[in-house]
């Protein structure tokens, strides 16, 4: 059994210094971390815990926005009335996710880093997996890929990012606050996650010995006509096969602003400005929702085991946008 240092960060400054080490992880929650590392896909030798460093709090910003402390649980997240009234689609999509008991202790930022279910990295025994071997090849583009990346791939890798706050938060152009060696730095979260290209083991744009601070969010526009679809296996505890984040800015029947992210089909959330602005000063009807899915899954490539996602996204779409344009 190899031995794992454990160190209790006692500030935002030695959680950064601690972490310089080499082979060293932050953790959070451990939700994910601790499943990484049992399997034997994540060999940190230290970890540095971030709990007890203030980065739990949930506060107002000036403007009229909200920060979320990277170590805020999710269920504390989805449940706060301030995002409860102000960013009803976040607190869907976090209630969506795992199990209570696992939402008791998974934190914002652990969620945003939350890496592929995908077997073929999940399970060592698979030799081939990029993501966790870079240059052994993706075992899932020719073997078992129900569910699979339609979007965004590329021949090194076909994983999808799992979360669900990720969709939320890419819908609702949320900004990763991040701390590290060399300061600290404001992401959007467009370009916080990447797509696989040639280097898929590159979940996010982080650097070395980085740590997510906060999350913030815009001030709300969309709070009363949101809506989070996730289609799935089972009605809990389940990843989604497609998950669609609709959340529109709405006067009279007419969309004003719209915006559509989609989870499950890529290896980060899925946006497509062009498909939202189509949307923009128009009444909101199906066939309207349609030619925005159309726009949204341009390009999307099915495998042998998830060429239905394609239409299942299509369908999804349409039901968020108009669930969404009817809520009152």
């Known amino acids: 059994m190899r031995s794992i240092d454990f160190e209790q960060a006692a500030d935002l400054a030695g959680a950064i210094r601690l972490a310089q080490q080499p082979d060293t992880t932050f953790i959070g929650g451990g939700t994910n971390l601790i499943d990484l ?8 030798v230290r970890l540095v815990d971030i709990n007890h460093i203030g980065l739990d709090q949930i506060t107002p910003l000036p403007g009229g926005g909200l920060r979320i402390g990277a170590a805020a649980r999710n269920s504390d ?7 409860r009234t102000r960013y009803p689609l976040l607190s869907e ?13 998974a934190t914002v930022g652990g969620n945003l880093l939350q890496r592929t279910r995908c077997p073929y990295f999940m399970d060592t025994a698979f030799a081939m997996c990029n993501k966790r071997a870079p240059g052994s090849g993706c075992g899932a583009r020719e073997g078992y890929n129900r569910m699979h990346a339609i ?15 990720n969709v939320a938060l890419a819908a609702l152009d949320a900004v990763v606050q991040v701390s590290g060696p060399q300061g600290a ?13 040639s280097t898929p083991q590159r979940d996010t ?52 602003q719209a915006r559509i992210a989609l989870g499950g089909v890529a290896h980060k959330p899925w946006r497509v400005p062009a498909a939202e602005r189509m949307l923009a000063g128009q009444p909101l009807d199906d066939a309207r929702s349609a030619r ?24 999804a779409i349409v039901c968020a946008l108009r669930e969404a344009g009817e809520k009152a």
């Open 37 to 44: 590392m049992k399997g034997d896909v994540e060999q940190p």
């Open 77 to 83: 997240t989805a449940n706060h009335p301030l995002v």
């Open 93 to 105: 999509a976090l209630l969506s996710g795992a199990s209570p008991q696992l939402r008791n202790m």
């Open 151 to 165: 979007l965004g791939i590329s021949d090194a890798c076909i994983a999808v990012n799992p979360s669900d706050m």
């Open 185 to 197: 730095r404001s992401i959007p979260i467009a370009d916080f996650h990447r797509l696989p290209g």
């Open 205 to 256: 744009v982080l650097l070395p010995a980085e740590l997510i601070t906060s999350v913030d969010l815009p001030p709300p526009l969309f709070a009363r006509h949101a809506r989070y679809v996730k289609v799935r296996d089972r009605s809990s505890y389940a990843f989604a096969l497609v998950s669609v984040a609709a959340a529109l800015d709405m006067s009279g029947g007419v969309v004003r």
């Open 292 to 315: 925005a899915a159309v726009l949204l899954l341009e390009g999307a490539q099915g495998f042998k085991d998830n060429r239905f996602k394609i239409k299942l996204a299509q369908r």
